[in-house]
């Protein structure tokens, strides 16, 4: 059974940094791209980011550019997403999802069930 | 980056009736590179169709996705009591990838 478990929220204040973690188990990580998804309270899904199975491709949100870097270490079967310069509409669940293949495109088929991440002085 | 349109904001039906959610793109979505997701209070997104119209593992025929282009279509075939739940659809055809608004399937 596929499991993805995200960790690593909590309250930070504005221009903090914070680094989210996506535990994988039950599938074979490094044969599959992974995404971040993230939904601020009460609306919709945005994607955040993407990265390939060897993390030689990556790609983000176009607001979220140059703050955000999502990486993985295959040998921990583990995604990663440090979050620099907080602020406060960063506010949201924060999911962690398996993409369809390793490599462009691709499409989240198993989603975790979310780090909140709450940006508050 | 491809801004996705979903409509109507709030469908409100019966269980039985048929739902159609539509999904426009700002520009021609590559290859019909379209995802439908039905997300429920609590839960996390749960994957329907891909590539506009093929459904993933475990999901019934009642759902069913069409379209091409810059316009898609998800379709609900007699509503069972547990497709009442918010609907979104996604475009990984080109980076970034985008999701629409979502659109909300209510008990009438």
């Known amino acids: 059974e596929v499991q993805l478990v995200e960790s690593g929220g909590g309250l930070v204040q504005p221009g903090r940094s914070l680094r989210l973690s996506c535990a994988a188990s039950?599938?074979?990580?490094?044969?599959?791209?992974m995404h971040w998804v993230r939904q601020a309270p009460g609306k919709g899904l945005e994607w955040v980011s993407g990265i390939s199975w060897n993390s030689g491709a990556s790609g983000y949100a176009d607001s979220l550019r140059g703050r955000f870097t999502i990486s993985r270490d295959n040998a921990k079967n583990t995604l990663y997403l440090v979050m620099n310069s907080l602020r406060i509409e960063d506010t949201a669940l924060y999911y962690c999802?398996?993409?369809?293949?390793?490599?462009?495109?691709?499409?989240?088929?198993?989603w975790g069930q979310g780090t909140l991440v709450t940006v508050s002085s | 980056e491809i801004v996705l349109t979903q409509s109507p904001g709030t469908l409100s039906l019966s269980p039985g009736e048929r739902a159609t959610l539509s999904c426009r793109a700002s520009q021609s979505v590559s290859r019909n590179y379209v995802a439908w997701f039905q997300q429920k209070p609590g839960q996390a997104p749960r994957l329907l169709i891909y590539?506009?119209?093929s459904r993933a593992t475990g999901i019934p025929d009642r759902f069913s996705g069409s379209g091409s282009g810059t316009d898609f279509t998800l379709t609900i075939n007699r509503l069972e009591p547990e497709d009442f739940a918010v609907y979104y659809c996604?475009?990984?055809?080109?980076?970034?990838?985008?999701f629409g608004q979502g659109t909300k399937v209510e008990i009438k």
């Open positions: 590539d506009a119209s």
């Open positions: 999802a398996r993409g369809s293949v390793k490599v462009d495109p691709n499409y989240p088929v198993h």
């Open positions: 039950g599938f074979t990580f490094d044969d599959y791209a």
């Open positions: 996604q475009q990984y055809g080109s980076s970034p990838e985008t």
